[in-house]
């Protein structure tokens, strides 16, 4: 339960359309909804935000103290949120932002509200700055509503989708920032690179424990209800292998990422997204409308 101030911003939030007087009166406010990292349940704390080209920014600031605020925590563990922003609510998919991205959107939140460079002054640690992405119309559930099997895969695969866009743009930031030095000055630091690495590694092994469990449990499930399903899950399977292969290519074409060539990267980039996108599609096609009466998590006993 929020505390009873919170209760009573958000009560005012939702009351007047996102007009909140006291402290909070003409500021930029909006009602941020994410599942505990440990409970599951729904939390809501109003938060102030900027906009970026469009997409609101939240500051992960928690006063300048030395430890990152509750929701933020949430949003690591569940990064499909819900958002309050005047008389409008959106589902979203919750974006924390690394490297020199971070660092350009923090230059931009510091410019429009220069209170946060308060707050960072306070802490050691630099303070999150998250996009919240409005989710495309795949995501149907909010968070806290994943209640089948079905919610549960398009969770993941709506997870995984947001960790290729951002692979993507922190590469790109990555070989700008190789480009602008061009032999000048102090070379481009290294941890954007070991960030990226870190970043493809996490992603494939999330890749790879969700497709074991699909091969091991789900198919095999779904298969005892449905037999005639079985040439489909065998060919699942093979993209599963045809999608190891090309994480391994991602890894190996990282392994040289300081000296790598932009377009190599890309061309290879694309070609796993494209991949695994046509691959999200086809299992979402095929598998959710079976597992939509399937319970998640699943009963105990």
């Given at each position: 339960?929020?505390?009873?101030?919170?209760?009573?911003?958000?009560?005012?939030?939702?009351?007047?359309?996102?007009?909140?007087?006291?402290?909070?009166?003409?500021?930029?406010?909006?009602?941020?909804?994410?599942?505990?990292?440990?409970?599951?349940?729904?939390?809501?704390?109003?938060?102030?935000?900027?906009?970026?080209?469009?997409?609101?920014?939240?500051?992960?600031?928690?006063?300048?103290?030395?430890?990152?605020?509750?929701?933020?925590?949430?949003?690591?563990?569940?990064?499909?949120?819900?958002?309050?922003?005047?008389?409008?609510?959106?589902?979203?998919?919750?974006?924390?932002?690394?490297?020199?991205?971070?660092?350009?959107?923090?230059?931009?939140?510091?410019?429009?509200?220069?209170?946060?460079?308060?707050?960072?002054?306070?802490?050691?640690?630099?303070?999150?700055?998250?996009?919240?992405?409005?989710?495309?119309?795949?995501?149907?559930?909010?968070?806290?509503?994943?209640?089948?099997?079905?919610?549960?895969?398009?969770?993941?695969h709506t997870w995984l989708r947001a960790q290729l866009v951002d692979l993507s743009t922190e590469t790109e930031a990555h070989f700008a920032a190789r480009a602008a030095w061009n032999g000048q000055?102090?070379?481009?630091?290294?941890?954007?690179?070991?960030?990226?690495?870190?970043?493809?590694?996490?992603?494939?092994?999330?890749?790879?424990?969700?497709?074991?469990?699909?091969?091991?449990?789900?198919?095999?499930?779904?298969?005892?209800?449905?037999?005639?399903?079985?040439?489909?899950?065998?060919?699942?399977?093979?993209?599963?292998?045809?999608?190891?292969?090309?994480?391994?290519?991602?890894?190996?074409?990282?392994?040289?990422?300081?000296?790598?060539?932009?377009?190599?990267?890309?061309?290879?980039?694309?070609?796993?997204?494209?991949?695994?996108t046509a691959h999200f599609d086809h299992e979402e096609a095929v598998l959710l409308p079976l597992l939509e009466e399937v319970p998640w998590p699943p009963p105990r006993g």
């Open positions: 339960m929020p505390n009873p101030f919170n209760r009573s911003v958000i009560e005012e939030f939702r009351a007047h359309q996102g007009k909140v007087a006291g402290p909070f009166e003409g500021q930029d406010l909006l009602l941020l909804t994410t599942t505990g990292a440990r409970s599951g349940a729904e939390r809501t704390t109003p938060l102030g935000y900027v906009r970026h080209r469009g997409t609101p920014l939240v500051v992960a600031s928690n006063l300048g103290s030395a430890r990152h605020p509750a929701w933020y925590h949430n949003l690591l563990a569940h990064p499909r949120v819900r958002v309050e922003l005047g008389a409008d609510t959106f589902e979203a998919l919750a974006v924390p932002t690394e490297g020199r991205a971070r660092e350009e959107l923090f230059a931009h939140v510091l410019r429009v509200a220069p209170g946060y460079g308060a707050y960072q002054d306070r802490t050691a640690r630099p303070l999150p700055v998250v996009r919240l992405e409005p989710a495309g119309p795949d995501a149907r559930q909010a968070p806290g509503e994943v209640r089948t099997l079905a919610g549960k895969i398009l969770e993941v000055g102090a070379p481009p630091k290294p941890a954007l690179g070991l960030q990226i690495r870190r970043r493809c590694l996490d992603f494939c092994q999330a890749l790879r424990f969700h497709h074991t469990g699909e091969d091991e449990h789900v198919f095999p499930g779904t298969l005892h209800h449905h037999p005639h399903l079985a040439g489909t899950f065998e060919r699942l399977r093979a993209e599963h292998r045809t999608v190891a292969r090309l994480q391994g290519d991602l890894v190996a074409l990282l392994d040289g990422l300081e000296d790598l060539d932009p377009e190599r990267f890309r061309i290879g980039l694309a070609r796993m997204t494209a991949e695994l």
